[in-house]
């Protein structure tokens, strides 16, 4: 009888197989750089906590981590010291500084809306949806046809400018419903 070789689905998977359940990515924590267990971090274009210490050595390739990029709130001291940190303030990541901002600036990607800031230096916030998921394809291209040509910074501030329209929206249908105070109140 042949000896018969059986695929070991944990190392192989077959094309099309289920990977994880799609709360974790795996990312590269750059060279020269390191990550520590529950660290709030923004790698390879995702944001999230990572799930274990890295540290990845000077002039190598990088190491792997897993980062949880589930839909929570999360708790974070890595704060820009210049903004202050309200309920509903939309944060953003600033990537030359590694810390979370209030501030929108070009290239510092939205990651969620501020649940509470704390005195202790920390706040709470409901991460957003992970990038290229919270648009449909035809909202996508609908934002699109707004920028001329390849403008590709005049098409971030238009699906921006969407991005906030909806969260407006969403604010606004729930102070009607009296869940939440107004802005005057």
Not at 44 to 65: C, H, P, R, T
Not at 95 to 108: D, L, Q
Request: some cysteine.
């Amino acid at each position: 009888m042949a000896n018969l070789d059986y695929m070991d689905y944990r190392t192989e998977r077959p094309p099309g197989g289920k990977v994880n359940d799609g709360r974790s990515v795996r990312v590269t924590v750059p060279a020269g750089r390191s990550v520590k267990a529950g660290e709030l971090v923004y790698l390879d274009g995702w944001f999230g906590i990572a799930q274990s210490s890295v540290e990845a050595e000077e002039g190598g390739s990088g190491e792997l981590v897993a980062l949880s990029i589930e839909d929570c709130v999360v708790s974070t001291s890595k704060l820009d010291g210049l903004a202050a940190f309200n309920a509903l303030d939309s944060c953003y990541w600033d990537v030359a500084e590694g810390v979370v901002t209030t501030t929108e600036k070009y290239g510092n990607p939205f990651i969620g809306v501020c649940v509470r800031g704390l005195a202790d230096g920390t706040v709470h916030i409901k991460l957003a949806p992970q990038p290229g998921h919270s648009a449909t394809p035809q909202e996508a291209i609908e934002d699109a046809t707004d920028c001329a040509g390849e403008n590709v910074p005049g098409l971030v501030v238009s699906l921006n400018a969407g991005f906030k329209a909806k969260i407006n929206e969403v604010l606004a249908a729930i102070r009607a419903a009296g869940i939440i105070a107004g802005e005057s109140e």
